[in-house]
């Protein structure tokens, strides 16, 4: 059977629509990867730079089960995760860190007089604390202007996680493993997520082509 003009049209434009949605999806998936790519390279020097101006700074291990994760805990982590569950509240990240702070110092010494029969002192005299928190060494340094001398590390286990509540608040819970260490939110501010274009904006494109193109071969 011989193909009339009109079918011959459509049929020649359903190719060309199918060739143009091809080259779409492929332009599409080449923007998205580049897109990706220069999104990693600025998220490297945003922590590159951060970490020089004196933040802690790390990217986040991206997971999609971790308040399923959390719930399933035996301690306080997984208690809290249930309770957020069961306010309807959405986790949104867990982070587990440890706060480090290192120092010296000294203070004069009061002596008192010697007799002859008060044993001589020795050079200096050492001691140590380690409680899991502080660890410290004093030393005692004798003579005319004896000092006592203090080197210490503190070291504290943080627990922090953040939340987006039922009715759209920004959540903030924070805790140590150790029961001693008492915490204190100074400031919270949540900014809400701003929608922008979706990396897949030309792929979806493509596709509506393609099937455009296939109904009109049709």
């Not at 001398?149 to 493993?177: H, K, M, N």
């Given at each position: ?6 079918g011959?049209?459509?049929?020649t ?10 080259v779409?999806?492929?332009?599409g ?16 020097a ?33 208690e ?26 000294s ?10 029969s ?6 200096s ?5 380690r ?19 203090l ?16 009715d ?9 493993p ?5 915490l ?24 509506v ?10």
């Amino acid at each position: 059977m011989r193909m009339t003009n009109r079918g011959a049209v459509a049929a020649t434009g359903g190719i060309l629509l199918v060739i143009l949605a091809g080259v779409a999806l492929t332009q599409g998936r080449r923007a998205a990867a580049a897109e990706r790519r220069v999104a990693q390279l600025s998220t490297e020097a945003l922590l590159q730079r951060t970490a020089a101006a004196g933040w802690q700074a790390q990217a986040a291990v991206m997971e999609k089960d971790v308040e399923k994760q959390l719930r399933k805990r035996d301690d306080e982590i997984g208690e809290l995760a249930r309770e957020l569950r069961v306010a309807n509240a959405r986790l949104q990240a867990r982070v587990s860190a440890t706060a480090t702070a290192t120092g010296h110092g000294s203070a004069p010494a009061r002596t008192f007089p010697r007799n002859d029969s008060t044993p001589a002192p020795p050079d200096s005299v050492t001691g140590r604390v380690r409680d899991g928190l502080i660890d410290a060494r004093l030393t005692y340094l004798p003579g005319p202007a004896a000092v006592f001398r203090l080197v210490y590390q503190v070291q504290v286990p943080l627990e922090i996680v953040t939340a987006t509540a039922a009715d759209g608040r920004g959540l903030a819970f924070a805790r140590s493993p150790d029961p001693r260490v008492r915490l204190a939110f100074d400031t919270l501010q949540f900014q809400s997520a701003a929608g922008g274009q979706r990396p897949w904006r030309w792929l979806l494109a493509g596709a509506v082509l393609g099937v455009a193109g296939w109904e009109s071969i049709r």
